[in-house]
T-cell receptor, first 108, second 116 residues
C-alpha cells in the first residue's frame, strides 16, 4: 500500500462547480498534513495546512479525519485559475510523503 | 510565506559535464533542506535531506557520489550532478523546512536540467 494515495483524476469541471479531492495515508502516527498546488512545470506551492479541526480559506476547505486516515480538500465556485495539480502531503517525523497528485481542469 | 530561491532555473549541458544547483532560503534560516527530482507528470521524489554542517542523508537508490550535496550555511545548500548523462535530465527542486508546529516546507522554483 502506498504511504499517501490520491485519485489521480483528471477532474474536469465547469467554472463555478464544487469539487472535492480525497487523500488517504498509511501511517497513523503522521503529524501534519498539507495540500500543495503545482502548476505545470512549476514548483509546488503551499495551499493550506490541514488542522485537526478542519480549516477554511476563502473557497477552499480542508478536513482531516484521523480515525479513517484521510484528508480532503473542497474547492467551491471553481475558477479557471484553479486548474492545476493538487498534491496531498503528509509529514512523518519531518519526512514529507507526497501523493501522486490530482489533476484538476476547470473549463469555461 | 518563506522564500526559497534556486539557481539556475534552466541548464543545458553536454554529457559528462558536472552541474551545480544552488538553493537559498532568503528570509529565514534552514537547518534542513531537501532535494527532490520530478519526472514529467510524476510526483516529487525525495533524493536527499541536507543538514547544515553535516553529511546529507540519501534516499535508497540515490547515488551519493553522483549527486553531491553540500550544506555549508544555514541559508545555502548545493546539489552537484557529477558527470551528467541524458537520463539525469529532470526537474530538480529544493525545499527548506520551517520550524513551526506544522513544519511546512517551502519550495524553490526548480531547475530544469537537460543533458544532451
Amino acid at each position: 500500500r502506498k504511504e499517501v494515495e490520491q485519485d489521480p483524476g483528471p477532474f474536469n469541471v465547469p467554472e463555478g462547480a464544487t469539487v472535492a479531492f480525497n487523500c488517504t495515508y498509511s501511517n497513523s502516527a503522521s503529524q501534519s498534513f498539507f495540500w500543495y498546488r503545482q502548476d505545470c512545470r512549476k514548483e509546488p506551492k503551499l495551499l493550506m495546512s490541514v488542522y485537526s479541526s478542519g480549516n477554511e480559506d476563502g473557497r477552499f476547505t480542508a478536513q482531516l479525519n484521523r480515525a479513517s486516515q484521510y484528508i480532503s480538500l473542497l474547492i467551491r465556485d471553481s475558477k479557471l485559475s484553479d486548474s492545476a495539480t493538487y498534491l496531498c502531503v503528509v509529514n512523518d517525523n519531518n519526512d514529507m510523503r507526497f501523493g501522486a497528485g490530482t489533476r484538476l481542469t476547470v473549463k469555461p | 510565506g518563506a522564500v526559497v530561491s534556486q539557481h539556475p532555473s534552466r541548464v543545458i549541458c553536454k554529457s559528462g559535464t558536472s552541474v551545480k544547483i544552488e538553493c537559498r532560503s532568503l528570509d529565514f534560516q534552514a537547518t534542513t533542506m531537501f532535494w527532490y527530482r520530478q519526472f514529467p507528470k510524476k510526483s516529487l521524489m525525495l533524493m536527499a535531506t541536507s543538514n547544515e554542517g553535516s553529511k546529507a542523508t540519501y534516499e535508497q537508490g540515490v547515488e551519493k557520489d553522483k549527486f553531491l550535496i553540500n550544506h555549508a550555511s544555514l541559508t545555502l545548500s548545493t546539489l552537484t550532478v557529477t558527470s551528467a548523462h541524458p537520463e539525469d535530465s529532470s526537474f530538480y527542486i529544493c525545499s527548506a523546512g520551517v520550524s513551526s508546529a506544522y513544519n511546512e516546507q517551502f519550495f524553490g522554483p526548480g531547475t530544469r536540467l537537460t543533458v544532451l
